[in-house]
């Protein structure tokens, strides 16, 4: 069974900090996803990991992908009130073992990050 | 297209009696979802189908809980016999098994309360 692991699940910070959320899983898989959650909305949808060695960043986010450690990474950098939010990682079976009948995604529990003025 | 719908966006009712929920997904994805979030944790993976199959329920899919994607469009999902312990946002997505395209979108869920 697929299980996700984010750490930590809280986080208040200052803004102009930096720092980093952390995402383990526990089998093999070829998608990782990055989502976040305002209080009350749905998912969106941030980055998709699909390699080892994967790295995208979006603004003062940045995501990378290390396949072998099944570890995850979310890294914010001089960080803003905006980015104030719940973040998921979410982890798909791999598409090798499943061939395309196993499809749903396992999530982490979140991370409720607080960015204060 | 819109992206996702879901409706209704919030639901009250009375502990016993059924509910149905519907999702309209992105009109070219093939691939829909049901996930349930309770407060607190990360959404749950319920079912999904492909076109109008069925292919995969979630142990915590419990008999109680019914979905169906009559014409590969929309789906709705049904509970019955609600319990206070159903109360959640559930939550659809919807994706496409071309080549290359990987995400998934999410709708804004229905929020479901059982007193």
């Known amino acids: 069974e697929l299980k996700v692991e984010q750490n930590p699940l809280f986080l208040s910070m200052q803004e102009g900090k930096n720092y980093t959320i952390y995402c383990n899983y526990s089998t093999t898989s070829d998608r990782l996803y990055w989502y976040r959650q305002d209080p009350g909305k749905s998912l969106e949808s941030l980055f998709v990991?699909?390699?080892?060695?994967a790295v995208k960043q979006e603004g003062r986010l940045m995501a990378s992908l290390d396949t072998k450690a099944r570890l995850s990474t979310l890294h914010i950098t001089a960080a803003v009130h905006d980015l104030s939010a719940t973040y998921f990682c979410a982890v798909a079976p791999f598409m090798g073992w499943s061939g395309g009948g196993a499809d749903g995604l396992t999530f982490g529990k979140g991370t409720h990050l607080i960015i204060q003025p | 297209d819109t992206g996702v719908s879901q409706n209704p966006r919030h639901k009250i009712t009375k502990r016993g009696q059924n509910v149905t929920f519907r999702c309209d997904p992105i009109?070219?994805?093939?691939?829909l979802y049901w996930y349930r979030q309770t407060l607190g944790q990360g959404p749950e993976f319920l079912t999904y189908f492909q076109n109008e199959a069925q292919l995969e329920k979630s142990r915590l899919l419990s008999d109680r809980f019914s979905a169906e994607r009559p014409k590969g469009s929309f789906s709705t999902l049904e509970i019955q016999r609600t319990e206070q312990g159903d109360s959640a946002m559930y939550l659809c997505?919807?994706?496409?098994?071309?080549?290359?395209?990987?995400?998934?979108?999410f709708g804004s869920g229905t929020r479901l309360t059982v007193v």
């Open positions: 009109s070219e994805h093939n691939r």
């Open positions: 990991l699909l390699s080892n060695g």
């Open positions: 997505a919807s994706s496409t098994t071309s080549p290359g395209v990987y995400g998934y979108t």
